[in-house]
């Protein structure tokens, strides 16, 4: 496989496909230019080499186009970013597209507008009608899996070499970002950087683990993490269960949890994943107390009480100090730690302690020699959010993508480019 360190980008054409999903405020401003700074290492290795870039990207979840999904909105501050005048195609297939990229000129840099605003990127059909039959449906796929073909060869066409820099979205098979790498040579496709560390983070996590390992996971929902934790009973000595999952936990043991966040026909599951833990030797780790409020605002009245005990009216919205001190004293004397998902709702200021003492214990067992990896969207904002990203070993980009590493899927992002 060939690797971006060891390849020379003189005179090439680069097509980079980068994860440039950013939030904007209303007046389309960035709000967070963190995915696009984690490409920047791999963008400046190919100009430095003396290479021209064609950057490919989504931006939201378009059902066709849409000007407040148009990436025209980030090319200032791209450029800023690069040192670099930023070239725009303003549609990523049109004739426009192919004549910037075929003009390109070394050191020069073409963002394509939006994939998305194409259904061919991610391969699904738009505009069917609700009660459309299942053979309508099926025509409509086929006809849409056709034109994928033509739209992936097309943006092939622009370049020479193929770089998925976009691990956000290594668990798509897009066609920028699965698809496009068939069209390459195995010489001339490779990770970037941001991709390349992530793979490597994700494969110490789960592979080259030095115990004890500890994983956090918080969330809402026990549903959207059920594959995740069945596959880390396998590999961890402390799962600790944080977020809105712990109330569904509560009231699976019998306890009383108020109006807190509950999935009711999970109960039986939150019992069966208590008995596998038990059943593997796993440490599972719960919670023994909250702070509760009497409204989701943070400026409801709070107090502190027992897990199980959550008066009628009353949610808890994070984790109490008894709870701090179990979880920090775990997380403390581990040397490999995983952490997704908050222990309560830390957007309110009010509430963010819980998840502040976790990110800190993290951070002390990293400085001790464990190996810290944190990720998914929440508990990212977490650790910028309390100034401690740089304490831990690594911080990933990938969301989705990371937790369908951890269930232990192959990503076809990855997939295509080890191929």
């Avoid at 605003?117 to 849409?144: I, M, N």
């Avoid at 929440?378 to 911080?395: I, M, P, T, W």
Wanted: with cysteine; net charge negative.
């Amino acid at each position: 496989m060939q690797t971006i360190d060891k390849f020379n980008f003189a005179g090439k054409k680069a097509f980079v496909r980068v994860d440039f999903n950013v939030p904007l405020d209303e007046n389309f401003n960035i709000t967070d230019d963190t995915r696009m700074r984690a490409a920047l290492p791999t963008l400046k290795k190919i100009l430095a080499d003396g290479g021209s870039i064609i950057i490919g990207s989504h931006l939201g979840r378009p059902k066709g186009v849409a000007d407040k999904f148009s990436l025209k909105h980030i090319i200032k501050h791209l450029s800023e970013l690069l040192g670099v005048e930023v070239q725009f195609a303003n549609d990523c297939m049109g004739e426009e597209a192919a004549v910037k990229a075929a003009a390109l000129q070394p050191g020069e840099v073409l963002l394509l507008e939006n994939l998305r605003f194409y259904a061919e990127e991610e391969g699904k059909p738009r505009g069917l009608a609700e009660d459309a039959t299942d053979e309508e449906k099926a025509a409509a796929k086929k006809v849409v899996k056709e034109n994928q073909k033509e739209f992936t060869k097309k943006l092939a066409s622009y370049a020479d070499c193929y770089v998925n820099d976009a691990f956000g979205t290594a668990h798509r098979a897009h066609a920028s970002t699965a698809l496009i790498a068939k069209y390459f040579d195995a010489d001339n496709k490779m990770f970037g950087y941001l991709m390349e560390k992530e793979v490597k983070a994700v494969d110490k996590v789960l592979n080259d683990i030095k115990r004890p390992f500890t994983a956090i996971m918080g969330g809402s929902k026990v549903s959207s993490k059920i594959e995740i934790i069945e596959n880390l009973l396998n590999k961890v000595d402390n799962l600790i269960i944080a977020g809105g999952m712990t109330y569904t936990f509560t009231k699976a043991m019998g306890g009383k949890i108020g109006i807190s966040i509950c999935e009711d026909d999970k109960l039986d599951l939150a019992l069966e994943l208590v008995k596998k833990a038990k059943e593997k030797g796993v440490n599972l780790v719960l919670a023994v107390d909250a702070k509760i409020a009497d409204a989701f605002s943070n400026d409801a009245n709070t107090q502190f009480c027992p897990v199980n005990e959550i008066p009628d009216g009353w949610e808890g919205l994070d984790i109490g100090p008894k709870t701090e001190e179990i979880f920090a004293n775990v997380i403390k004397q581990s040397k490999t730690i995983l952490w997704n998902g908050p222990t309560g709702v830390f957007e309110f200021d009010n509430f963010t302690h819980g998840s502040r003492t976790v990110g800190e214990a993290i951070v002390e067992a990293t400085k001790n020699g464990a190996f810290s990896l944190v990720g998914g969207g929440d508990s990212v904002a977490c650790v910028n959010k309390f100034g401690l990203a740089d304490g831990v070993s690594y911080v990933s980009t990938g969301g989705g993508a990371l937790l369908e590493a951890i269930e232990g899927k192959v990503l076809p992002g990855i997939a295509a480019i080890k191929e």
